[in-house]
Every structure is written in structure tokens, then in C-alpha cells.
């Protein structure tokens, strides 16, 4: 590809951490942004110097030499927007999840390869150090054969009031499409395919203030799970979400030979200027009694949040033109098998048994 990659952005809450990203690149332009809120597309296009902004999604369309469209809007519209941009043989990133549920996605990864356009589901943990570390750890199979994996994150949103994260038509099954996409994704993507789940969802917090007018509404989704994993390859785990309690993400893998550790405070709370950011892998090999911590691959991308979002919106407009995909980068394939582990997830909590996963592609 010659010329700048032009991008347009749809969505302009966390789009404009996309904007500061993809901005950092000299050869990338942001040639428009789209809200249903036009004066929020306003404000964001002057915030970042962006030529365009508009309200009807479709307008991104007619922007002319447009490459790429980049999905950051409410989990229920991703679909629609991903077929229209693909429709357009648009490249498409979508901000996780991919969709509202796994057929859905399928059915964007079939129109997305049928278009022949590169496409992303954003996934920013997988660009962590730490997280490349325990992929790397991993693929060397540093701890042998596998045997127990645990896994737990938790965010206190129990006084946030009902935004559409807390309503199934708009976010799908709650703590499962907000926790549980980025864990998920980092189980799937180190240790393997998960072959069946066992699930046990709550809703702890049964009503919220609406965030208008501050009037109590029914919460219908789920913001405490817990679930036990099977994985194809080997080993069990376990997996536990929580919207009431805060606690770093942390994940805990066995295998006959050793043992794998990673925390990570919130990625995306450091990128709004809040905590810090300093994530840990460790590896521990039996018999040897100490533990050492891994080599943190890229350690330095991640001194600021600016530095962050250059780097990892540098590896997806590099992939976007054309360049091999780094292994950071999750693909709607990807994408599409971590919401068949939550649909899954989601049923088993509602059958109280045992639910496969589905081979194929749904």
C-alpha cells in the first residue's frame, strides 16, 4: 500500500484512545469519525485534527480512498457496522467482542474472508509484556504438560449506574462479554481450545439507577460468574469474573514441570490515566525451588500510555498494509472462539450442566 492508511473511527469513548494510537503513526490518517451523537463526533474530530465527523454511520463509507473502519461503538451495533464496512471491502477492527454472540461472529468471519480484507478484533492485553511472555513461555513448553490453569479478574462497578453494559440487548451476557472477552481470549490464545465448560453466573446487584433521571431498573445480566474449564490439549481450570470486588487480572498455570504466574493491574484504567501499570510473569520449574521472573518482551513501549497506544496501533496499521500479522493481533477467527466459550458459558449457567464447545465454525 502507498500513501498514508486512512482510517475512519466509529465510536468516541474509547475511540479516541484509537485516534491517539493510530495518529502516533506518520503514515496513518483518521479521515473521519462517526457518533449518533453528532456533538460528540464534533468534539472528538477537533480534539485530534480529524477532517470529518458525522452522525450517519454510512457517510465513513463515501470518505474517499478510505482503507480501513474501525468499530468502537456498544457491543449490540458491532455486527451491523462490521457487515457494512465489509460489505464496502472495508478492513475492519472491532473493538472486543466481536459481536453479541458466536453466530454472529461466524457469520462476520465468513463475510470478511469472502471480502478479502484484513481484519482485527482488538484485544490490548495481548499486547501486555507480560502477556507475550506467558505465550512465549508457553510455546516453548518451559513447564511441560499441562495440568491446572486458574484464572480470576474482578472490577468494582457495583455504583455505576445502568449504562448499556448492564442490559443484554445492548452488551450481551454482562461480566462474561466485558471480563471475560480479554481472559478468555489470553487462556485461548496460551494454553489452547477449551473442549467444554461447566458455568455458575449471578446478578449480585439486581437494579440500577438509570443514569437519566436516576430511576431504579431491573439489571438482566450477570455480574459474578465462576466456571470450570476443560481444555482439548490437556489439564482443567477454573475461571472467576466479578463486577463487586476489584482484584488484578491473574492467571495460574501447572504443568508437570513447573509453574507459570501473570498479574496485570487494568490495562485500560492506566490508559485513562489511572493506577499504574507494571505486569508480572514468573516461572517457577519444580525441583529448583526459586522462582524467576520472565523477560518482558517490549517492556519499554509500555514507560506511558501514549507510548502504549503508538505501539500497539503501530503493529495493527502495519498488519492493515499489508505486513505479516504479529501474534499480538487477534483475527475475528479468534475473536469468534472466545464468544463460543462464553455463549457456552452463558447456557451452562442457565442448564446447570456440562456444555460442549462447538468445533466448527458455528
Known sequence: MQGKLRVAIAGTGFGEKYAAGLLASP???????????????????????????????????????????????????????????????????CDKPLALNAYQAADLLRLADQAGV???????????????????????????????????????????PL????????????????????VLDLLLWWVGPIRRVLGNCKTLVPQRPAEVGGRTR???VPDECWALLEFA???????????????NQQVEIEGDRGHLAYESRSLLQWLDGADRFDPVAELTLTGLGRTSPLPLPGKEQFAQP??????MFGEIAAYL??????????????????????????????????????????
Open 118 to 160: 484484513r481484519h482485527l478484533t482488538f484485544v490490548p492485553y495481548r499486547f501486555s509484556p507480560a502477556a507475550a511472555a506467558m505465550k512465549q513461555a508457553m510455546s516453548d513448553a518451559q513447564i511441560g504438560r499441562l495440568v491446572n490453569i486458574r484464572a480470576s479478574w474482578g472490577v468494582d462497578l457495583r455504583d455505576e
Open 27 to 93: 503514515d496513518v490518517q483518521v479521515a473521519g469519525v462517526f457518533s449518533r451523537r453528532p456533538e460528540r463526533a464534533v468534539a472528538m474530530a477537533d480534539k485530534f485534527g480529524i477532517a470529518f465527523a458525522t452522525r450517519h454511520f454510512d457517510d465513513l463509507l463515501r470518505i474517499p480512498n478510505l482503507d480501513a473502519i474501525a468499530i468502537v461503538t456498544p457491543n449490540n451495533t458491532h455486527a451491523g457496522f462490521v457487515r457494512t464496512a465489509l460489505a464496502a471491502g472495508k478492513h475492519v477492527i
Open 218 to 220: 431491573p439489571v438482566d
Open 306 to 311: 501514549d507510548h502504549a497506544l503508538g505501539y
Open 321 to 362: 498494509r499489508g505486513a505479516d500479522k504479529p501474534d499480538s493481533i487477534a483475527t475475528f477467527r479468534d475473536g469468534l472462539e472466545v464468544l463460543k466459550v462464553i455463549d457456552a458459558l452463558d447456557e451452562s449457567s442457565e442448564t446447570r450442566a456440562w456444555v460442549e464447545i462447538p468445533t466448527d465454525t458455528v
Open 163 to 182: 449504562r448499556w453494559r448492564f442490559q443484554r440487548k445492548l452488551s450481551g451476557p454482562g461480566v462474561l462479554a466485558d471480563l471475560g472477552a480479554h
Open 233 to 247: 490439549q490437556a489439564g482443567v481450570g477454573s475461571l472467576a469474573l466479578s463486577w463487586n470486588a476489584t482484584r
